[in-house]
């Protein structure tokens, strides 16, 4: 069996979305002649524990750490850590870290990890004979282990896997980059794209985004399901659950649906007696404080706190209709949330809002699992209405085995042994 080194920043036990894409990699990649040995720090900085995650992690996986300094050490001892100082995301609400972060942490907080990395795995790779690596970012300071990797041991195929854009993601802009900066993201990045023989990204937007910026090899993977994680009931017809669980904040905040439910529930009593919006995850203040202030809406929400991905997939089936929201940006035009591939899997359909000719609104509308409208749409009520009157009836979602995990996996090894 042939072995991958994978380096990931995020491993179980830390939680959230960026672990899921290399978890369930790693734990198809035996079936298909592969040996994933996983390199991720041993201190990681989370705030975000996920331990049933531990249980998905394949015995056949060899897991090797190393320390990790980050400089969040010196943020909490000026600043304090927790809820109360985080916005909602990688997004701080204090300007000075948000400009500490974009122009003197390049690429990111993780940069002090890149040398010592390089330095001890030159050695394991060698001994181990490994001739395959795979990073993945964001963080994109893996992306910079993989160069420094490749600059020692010339013959080592690298595969760089972009979960997210680098320098033309939206984000970008609440760092305050000066020019000086910016130049320099966008340097390491033209590294990268043009030292890896494969850059992988998850969607069809990002693959040409990708290809603009000079990479010579650009291949498509997207994010998917893993369909031992389901077991799908049907919906619960006394209440109408509206389910998101996941980041949201002032860039995906859909002000009109609340305010086009609180105008249904001033219309309709049985709308008004059976609405339900369920949240969880990263949620910022000032968008509960936009829900509330509709007077039927306040008392109609619940707010569940920080959920295992066990206990989401436990929300879905709870659920009668899931809600999906892109960033309202250029780079949101590209992103597959990983949650859209278990929206499938769960059999709800999916009230969406996001970009005008989004990837993600393509899929939904190929797939038929769901309605897709932009921020600014205000004409959702007789939408919403449909999936209240139908919320008994299963969809019937068609085309989504291309998104099992087992299936993207076996692409993942045919990429492998392609290079």
Known sequence: MKKVLIISYYWPPAGGSGVQRWLKFSKYLPNFGWEPIVYTP????????????????????????????????????????????????????????????????????????????????????????????????????????????????????????????????????????????????????????????????????????????GSKNVELITNGFDDNDFNVKEPVPEKFIIGHFGLINHLRNPKNLWKTLDDLCDQNSKFDKKLEIRLSGNIDSDVLDNIKKHLHLKDKVKVLGYLSHKEVLEQYNNSSVLLLLLFNSESGKGNYPGKIFEYFAAKRPILAFGPRYSDAERLIQETETGVFFTYDNTELKKEILSLFNNRKTLPSSTHIEVFNRKKLTKDLSELLNSI
């Open 42 to 213: 041993e201190n990681p900085y989370s705030e975000i524990k996920d331990l049933d995650l531990l249980k998905d992690i394949d015995e056949a996986v060899e897991v090797w750490k190393t320390p990790i300094w980050e400089p969040y050490s010196l943020k909490d001892k000026f600043f304090g850590r927790g809820k109360k100082n985080q916005s909602a995301g990688v997004i701080s609400n204090n300007i000075v870290l948000n400009w500490l972060r974009g122009n003197i942490f390049i690429p990111d907080p993780k940069i002090y990890w890149v040398k010592p990395s390089v330095k001890y795995l030159v050695e394991r790779i060698r001994s181990e004979g490994i001739k395959h690596i795979i990073t993945t970012g964001p963080p994109h300071s893996m992306h910079l282990i993989g160069l420094g990797l490749k600059k020692n041991i010339p013959n080592l195929k690298w595969i760089a896997d972009f979960r997210d854009p680098w320098t033309r993601l939206d984000l970008l802009d609440e760092f305050y980059l000066s020019k000086l900066s910016m130049r320099k993201h966008q340097r390491l990045e033209k590294e990268v794209l043009e030292t890896a023989d494969i850059t992988l990204t998850v969607s069809e937007g990002w693959v040409s985004s990708f290809k603009s910026l």
